[in-house]
């Protein structure tokens, strides 16, 4: 049963090496996201289950020990999802689930084992709640670690431009997530979310699925578009 939630943004950015001289721009964002995970190590899980959006080929579980890295952004920096003394052999982690990773390293998580679930960022609506119900029934005590961003474009100079649908998308996007408004999440649909390049959807419907009968609680740690992308970071306990 799914006990608590986190849901973080998940740009490379995040990580300082990456981010080089802008990295105090992500200040706060790092800030939300240090006070989210204190509210799933509070929750005392059983296990720990980090979701993001997967590309072509990346879809699926990643166990404890999966590595990843930050190498196609120019820094040598790895990752490991968990606290696993060895990396586990097998596929590098998708960018999001080792941004997840980093973070939990950040924190020094060793609260509950951890695994990792990419889900493809095209999976339709009903698909994901499916995989979130059986993901929340994976324990006794459930959290996720939800990585994924917001619309790319809330500005002329966002990755995907302007467009005048991302900033009442993002403002949804972020009541939802501060109400722990699980019909809201679910109700997301494919477009215009693909539209405005918005990876968080299918990871937040996920998490809608998890939620179903947890009657959590929500809260809005952080919600702004430096880069305009829209970052929000919640917490459902």
Avoid: N
Avoid at 191 to 214: F, I, T
């Amino acid at each position: 049963m799914l006990v608590a939630a986190a849901v973080c943004p998940c740009p490379p950015l995040l990580v300082p090496e990456v981010a080089a001289g802008a990295a105090p721009e992500m200040d706060a964002a790092r800030a939300a996201c240090t006070d989210a995970l204190g509210v799933l190590a509070a929750s005392r899980p059983d296990l720990l289950v980090v979701v993001g959006a997967a590309g072509p080929g990346e879809a699926g579980r990643y166990p404890q020990g999966a590595a990843g890295s930050f190498h196609g952004f120019g820094v040598d920096v790895g990752v490991r999802l968990g606290a696993a003394a060895d990396a586990v052999p097998g596929p590098e982690l998708p960018v999001p689930l080792a941004v997840g990773a980093w973070l939990l390293e950040r924190t020094g998580w060793a609260d509950a084992p951890v695994e990792g679930l990419a889900v493809e960022e095209t999976l339709a609506p009903e698909q994901c709640v499916r995989t979130g119900r059986e993901t929340g029934a994976r324990a006794g005590r459930v959290a996720l670690l939800v990585m994924g961003d917001g619309s790319a474009c809330r500005t002329l100079k966002a990755p995907g431009y302007l467009d005048e649908r991302a900033a009442p998308f993002d403002a949804a996007v972020a009541r939802a997530l501060g109400s722990a408004d699980v019909a809201a999440l679910a109700a997301l649909g494919t477009e215009p979310a693909h539209g405005l390049k918005a990876s968080g959807r299918a990871p937040w419907q996920v998490l809608a699925g998890a939620a179903e009968d947890a009657d959590l609680t929500g809260a809005l740690l952080y919600d702004d578009a430096p880069y305009g992308v829209g970052y929000m970071v919640a917490t459902w306990s």
